[in-house]
């Protein structure tokens, strides 16, 4: 079973910066492409930020490219979200999501394709 955990929330004010993490146990991280989502108040979760197993292919949401980057540390089971110029509309609880593939160059930006998810960490921001 696989056990993802974010940090990293908090609140930040527009423009800032926000690096969440997730910490991934259970399995190797090599195995699993790694995903992004977020789910704003009365709205449907939406697509972020994938990576591919190795980290060469990554996706964004439109709203977010440019701005959010993905990366991954398959030897410390961690992926992060760097996340600048943040804007009042970011505001949501950010979810990890991970899939295992047999594939190394794919990412998906539907959520159904992701087996395992963590709990969540709020990131809140002020204009």
């Given amino acids: 079973q696989v056990r993802l955990v974010e940090s990293g929330g908090g609140l930040m004010q527009t423009g ?11 399995r190797t991280l090599s195995d699993l492409v790694m ?5 704003a108040p009365g709205k449907e979760r939406e697509f972020v930020a994938a990576i591919s197993r190795s980290g060469g292919d990554t996706g964004y949401a439109d709203s977010v490219q440019g701005r959010f ?5 398959n030897a410390k089971n961690t992926v992060d979200l ?5 804007k009042a ?3 949501a609880v950010y979810s990890c ?3 295992p593939t047999a594939f ?4 998906s930006s539907t959520a159904t394709r992701y087996a395992y998810w963590g709990q969540g960490t709020q990131v809140t921001v002020s204009s």
């Fill in 89 to 91: 509309e970011d505001t």
């Fill in 35 to 39: 995903g992004w989502f977020r789910q």
């Fill in 69 to 73: 980057t993905i990366s991954r540390d």
């Fill in 97 to 99: 999501a991970a899939y």
């Fill in 104 to 107: 190394t160059g794919t990412y």
């Fill in 16 to 26: 800032g910066s926000l690096t969440l993490s997730c910490a991934a146990s259970g």
């Fill in 82 to 86: 760097k996340m600048n110029a943040l």
